[in-house]
């Protein structure tokens, strides 16, 4: 019997990138040279905003998705914050609010108004405090409206009910700097990677560590949640320093189900998956190709589909949020490449190449959509309630208990978010998590924090001192005022 090669039958075999005319690109962007491994760019289905190279604290554009071509130099800006900005994230269910995190410790939260900014925005409508050191990682919870997380080099990740203001939980498992984090569906557990080489997976709300794998020939860098396959993705480098992506069954991580170099390069891998079409997309920092799979929960589990390829290197991509999509075209899924060198950033849309002009329904099911399933005070009480992305029949795609918030894109998304964000009214005060008071009792962990925290202390008490001292001389000056009134003749 003759071997046969066989040929796994896909509709998405062909998928292609198609980029963008120049005219529908954003030009003249001073795209930050910051080196820290994060997109720096955020983009819903009405604006994109990219973190820019500034002097004297950090900042970041917003751009209305239609004000396309070159933007203006002194274009209005998102200013407040004391350092460089190192990771933004639109709400999912308020179009307007945008959080950010900064090299000054702080995490703060914005509301953009109708049209974009006409001038430069310093002002928070919240600000957050907890951390010690500065914030890399901010992510919203996937089900439920105003919970955020945040991950510092303090090795914490904070728990943020913004209804009130403050943090609620902290999570304080990781021995080093955490590099990433992802939800699963419903936002019931929470995974991460870490620079001390290992890759947990976290009940968020108890800050329990349910499975942890220790990836010594696997160093992760990157993680995220395959849907509702009960998988997980990580890519990382090799012992050979080569490329990787590793695939995880998240209730074992003693073993990865498949490891899978990809290339020699030395760019970090950032993986996107699309759960409505079980695609995996891999993009390469510093270089411009963006490969595909597609993944099933029977072996060989990962599928190459095809690669997009580009001489003009990425330095992060944002992606566009599944109702922004143009149905009509049949696209699946949209990046927004930042290309430093030029300025530019360049959307490419993934195309399912279809002849007839009607709706596919077989490419685009329910989808989750812009209202949150759950209250901050329901998800801290325990309920999950998913918002999966494409319902299924088949046995590998269970269903879940609760019923999904879920939206068809098939008359197209034009429906705004009733939802408004309204800031909690706070009080400076201290920020005990745990029975830890997170702004003042912080050790210092080198030598220049000893001393920097030394001469704080040293200012402070001369400060005091001097507040003392003048205190005593108005002490005695009302002693003598009093004593001049006893001795002074009465007046008739």
Request: charged share 25%.
């Amino acid at each position: 019997m003759s071997w046969r090669p066989q040929y796994r039958s896909s509709k998405f075999r062909n998928v292609y990138g198609k980029v963008a005319n120049r005219e529908h690109c954003f030009d003249g962007i001073p795209i930050t040279k910051n080196v820290h491994d994060n997109h720096f760019c955020a983009v819903n289905a009405r604006f994109l905003a990219i973190v820019t190279e500034s002097a004297g604290g950090g900042s970041f554009l917003v751009i209305p998705l239609e004000q396309t071509g070159r933007i203006e130099p002194n274009y209005p800006k998102v200013c407040g914050h004391q350092g460089n900005v190192l990771d933004i994230k639109w709400n999912p269910f308020i179009d307007n609010i945008i959080a950010s995190c900064s090299e000054d410790t702080s995490v703060r939260i914005w509301e953009i108004p109708e049209g974009g900014l006409k001038r430069n925005m310093t002002e928070a409508l919240l600000e957050l405090h907890g951390h010690s050191r500065r914030v890399g990682l901010v992510e919203w919870h996937p089900t439920t409206n105003n919970i955020l997380f945040s991950a510092g080099y303090d090795y914490k990740v904070l728990i943020w009910n913004l209804d009130v203001g403050e943090p609620v939980k902290m999570i304080d498992c990781h021995t080093d700097v955490i590099l990433c984090m992802s939800f699963n569906t419903d936002g019931s557990l929470l995974t991460t990677t870490c620079k001390d080489k290992k890759l947990r997976v976290i009940e968020p709300r108890s800050g329990r560590v349910l499975q942890e794998a220790n990836c010594k020939n696997h160093r992760v860098n990157r993680v995220v949640f395959l849907g509702n396959m009960k998988r997980l993705l990580t890519t990382g480098v090799s012992r050979w320093n080569t490329r990787q992506i590793a695939l995880w069954d998240q209730e074992d991580l003693s073993m990865p189900l498949i490891e899978e170099e990809i290339d020699g390069l030395s760019g970090l891998l950032f993986p996107f998956y699309d759960a409505d079409t079980h695609m995996l997309y891999l993009a390469g920092k510093g270089d411009g190709n963006i490969r595909y799979y597609e993944i099933s929960t029977e072996k060989p589990y990962l599928s190459y589909l095809m690669e997009f390829r580009s001489p003009a290197p990425q330095k992060g991509l944002g992606v566009m949020p599944k109702h922004g999509l143009d149905v009509s075209a049949c696209e699946v899924f949209r990046f927004y490449k930042l290309v430093t060198l030029k300025g530019l950033i360049e959307p490419i849309s993934m195309i399912v190449p279809r002849r007839s002009d009607s709706y596919q329904e077989d490419i685009y099911p329910m989808t989750p959509g812009t209202e949150p399933a759950l209250t901050p005070d329901e998800w801290l009480g325990g309920i999950n309630r998913a918002c999966p992305s494409s319902p299924c029949l088949s046995p590998s795609f269970p269903l879940p208990s609760l019923d999904p918030v879920l939206m068809s894109l098939k008359e197209g998304y034009k429906k705004s978010s009733k939802m408004v964000f309204k800031a909690p009214i706070k009080e400076k005060k201290s920020v005990v998590v745990n029975g830890i008071d997170l702004l003042e009792n912080v050790p210092p962990r080198t030598e220049n924090e000893l001393l920097r925290m030394f001469f704080r202390q040293q200012d402070e008490i001369r400060r005091l001192k001097e507040e003392l001292s003048q205190k005593d001389i108005r002490i005695r000056q009302l002693q003598l005022e009093l004593k001049n009134l006893r001795n002074s003749p009465k007046n008739c």
